[in-house]
């Protein structure tokens, strides 16, 4: 039995369209997705360690699982007030469309909070706005709507664009080769 409730005389649409899962999060105060086929993990945080000379919005390294996995903070990136680390404060592994050795590059952003997996379909998911984003149009992909909630779905691939990706693979490469000289 179907107990979802009808508002405003609006004929609610049949789940016939196919659903895709999103990951919701914050940024500062705006709430994102990314589509969870992006989503590697999602981690508490943990120390970040820093690498000198680096893009402005790569706050350092972490070790996941042996691997040096580059950390890109949103907040620098999306030019917001700085970041406050709290008992909140996620890391989010994503997979970039890109590659380094033949595997897919992995890159760590960190999110104020992480808060659920919703499904959505396609015809959730709006044009970008032209105007009115706090979040940079570049980096957002859409706005998706859920419910009484808009999301800015976030481009997982222009967080960070294939020179970033290749400088910060040099220096994760780098930074393993001196660690494994010890």
């Known amino acids: 039995m179907n107990t979802m409730k009808r508002g405003h005389g609006h004929k609610e649409k049949m789940h016939s369209e196919p659903q895709k899962h999103y990951l919701t999060f914050f940024v500062g105060e705006t709430e994102c997705v990314f ?14 360690t820093r690498l000198p000379q680096s893009i402005a919005a790569m706050k350092g390294l972490v ?13 620098v990136k999306f030019a917001l007030e700085p970041m406050i680390i709290t008992k909140n404060t996620s890391m ?5 469309n ?8 992995l890159f760590i952003v960190l999110a104020d909070s992480v808060h659920e997996v919703i499904e ?23 706005l998706a709507h859920y419910g009484k909630k808009f999301f800015s779905l976030l481009d997982v691939d222009r967080i960070l664009l294939p020179r970033d990706l290749a400088r910060i693979a040099a220096e994760v490469e780098s930074k393993q080769n001196l660690a494994a000289t010890f």
């Open 63 to 75: 070790n996941l699982r042996g691997a040096g996995i580059a950390v890109i903070d949103l907040h």
């Open 92 to 96: 989010i592994v994503l997979e970039s």
């Open 98 to 105: 890109q590659e380094h050795n033949g595997q897919p590059v």
């Open 35 to 48: 589509p969870v086929s992006r989503v590697q993990e999602v981690l508490p945080y943990m120390r970040v």
């Open 120 to 142: 959505m379909p396609d015809s959730a998911i709006e044009p970008k706005p032209k105007f009115g984003s706090v979040i940079p149009l570049e980096f957002v992909a859409g």
